[in-house]
């Protein structure tokens, strides 16, 4: 039978849990204290650093706490991830999370963090596209004229993209499948050197999305063929989707969402994601998201987690099916 003295052991041992309990609520009702630090994964002046700058001011208008865009680049954006799923799950480190973590699962199966599983979700904040543009002078219009174009030229055709393993080489690879293209894929470091070359013709056919190609759209330097969106794009009426092209149902695309470290509690996570959808709300948000072809995909945090399980199931095969590793 217990002792006096082993039930005020017992008791004394339980108070620290129980108070922790209690400043749970208490904590994220007063969040945020503090500024807040917002890491983006890749370097500065790109598609994912415009996206995070644009909603932070108004997400820290709405929290009353600053936040801070903090850029750290590496490792197709597991270093920024490895520092945030690192941190302490009290809301004051953010991670803008993209369809490179559900990939780099696959893609990099030693890194010594879960770049799905170590992140809760907040909210997706945009889509941008993947646009399949090929060189002007290739006399091709469509998809269909691209698939007849390399049977006719077997072993001549190649295509462009950012980088090996990213989802614009893996959005090409899934419709040279659906469409049964001959082309062999050539991977750059970012997209502004392949765009170069495509429009000098050094390759036939390129993917990016749709902003950094619209000057060299227009200049007519590049063709668009198709757009991997559900819908055409207001800027590119005439290009038709990948769905009308012949695949129906297919869409993919760059997109950007907001996490924490999991172990963020609830009501932090409600707290902020509250504030990504007032920042979407903003007009002048919303206005700016549009001249880049970027569409708002504000959520539950149930939704982007969705998302990134769609991905991780889409592109695990055939990134396996590829052989493709980046360790």
Do not use: C
Not at 4 to 13: D, I, M, V
Not at 143 to 169: D, I, R
Not at 239 to 248: F, H, N, Q, W, Y
Not at 258 to 271: D, M, Y
Request: glycine fraction near 10%; charge should be neutral; aromatic fraction near 6%.
């Amino acid at each position: 039978m217990p002792t006096r003295y082993s039930k005020l052991r017992l008791l004394a041992a339980a108070v620290p849990a129980m108070l922790a309990l209690l400043a749970s609520p208490a904590q994220a009702e007063d969040y945020p204290s503090k500024p807040i630090r917002f890491i983006v994964p890749f370097s500065a002046g790109g598609q994912l650093d415009y996206v995070a700058r644009l909603i932070a001011k108004p997400m820290g208008k709405e929290l009353g706490q600053t936040v801070i865009v903090e850029n750290d680049s590496g490792a197709g954006g597991t270093v920024a991830g490895a520092k945030v799923a690192n941190a302490a799950p009290d809301g004051y480190t953010l991670l803008e999370y993209g369809e490179n973590f559900p990939i780099a699962k696959h893609l990099m199966p030693k890194l010594t963090y879960d770049p799905v599983g170590a992140f809760a979700m907040v909210s997706g904040i945009s889509l941008s596209p993947h646009i399949i543009l090929v060189a002007s002078q290739l006399p091709v219009h469509n998809l269909q004229e691209l698939a007849a174009y390399g049977k006719a030229h077997p072993g001549t055709l190649s295509y462009g993209s950012p980088g090996l393993g990213s989802s614009m080489n893996l959005t090409f690879e899934l419709i040279k499948r659906h469409f049964g293209i001959d082309a062999v894929h050539v991977p750059y470091r970012g997209g502004a050197n392949m765009l170069t070359d495509l429009a000098g013709g050094q390759i036939n056919v390129g993917v990016i999305a749709v902003s950094p190609a619209m000057p060299l759209i227009k200049s007519g330097k590049v063709r668009a063929i198709a757009i991997t969106s559900m819908s055409r794009d207001a800027a590119l009426p005439d290009v038709p989707t990948v769905a009308e092209s012949g695949d129906p149902g297919y869409s993919s695309g760059s997109w950007a969402g907001v996490a924490v470290p999991k172990g963020t509690p609830p009501a932090v996570i409600a707290r902020l994601n509250q504030a990504v959808l007032a920042a979407l709300a903003d007009p002048q948000v919303k206005q700016a998201l549009q001249s880049q072809s970027f569409a708002a995909i504000g959520s539950t945090p149930e939704r982007l987690a969705q998302r990134v399980r769609d991905d991780s199931d889409r592109y695990g095969p055939l990134i396996e099916k590829l052989g493709l590793h980046a360790d």
